[in-house]
């Protein structure tokens, strides 16, 4: 039974994206399995999932195996260590970090590939990002300051 659920875990993370144990335990009893909280909460530990920061900026349960494939994974938390801070003016987004992160936090930004970003240029602590319009900079401000929360 416990290999048919974590099988059944792996699946429905894979298709859907799952915020809370809650979630899964839900989705598990609807496939037909009866779950208790502290049984999720050992499976996930058991499959070595954890929880990852999309280019959307939500958090979401992630299998360790499929971090390749998942856009942007890599340098997701690069940018929730490294950014002190976000900003817009006009078309530009200005990111603070710590001093030295800025290019790791840049190639973060870059690995995202949101569509939005034209390009940025790193220096020691600060990043400056091109975007097209101030919407897309508003957009792209909030984006990165939910992964950093």
């Not at 859907?16 to 909460?41: H, N, P, W």
């Not at 987004?93 to 973060?108: E, K, L």
Request: net charge negative.
């Amino acid at each position: 039974m416990k290999g048919a659920r974590q099988k059944k875990i792996v699946e429905l993370i894979r298709k859907y994206d799952i915020d809370t144990q809650e979630e899964l335990a839900e989705r598990l009893k609807e496939a037909g399995f009866r779950v208790t909280q502290a049984t999720v909460s050992r499976d996930i530990r058991s499959l070595s999932i954890t929880k990852m920061t999309g280019a959307d900026g939500r958090t979401r349960y992630a299998i360790l195996n499929d971090k390749e494939e998942i856009p942007g994974f890599r340098y997701s938390s690069v940018m929730h260590d490294a950014v002190h801070s976000v900003d817009s003016a006009q078309n530009l987004v200005v990111i603070r970090t710590s001093p030295g992160m800025a290019m790791a936090a840049a190639a973060a930004l870059d690995d995202l590939r949101w569509p939005e970003v034209l390009g940025s240029i790193a220096g020691d602590d600060t990043i400056m990002c091109a975007v097209r319009t101030e919407e897309e900079a508003v957009l792209i401000k909030e984006r990165v300051e939910a992964m950093i929360r």
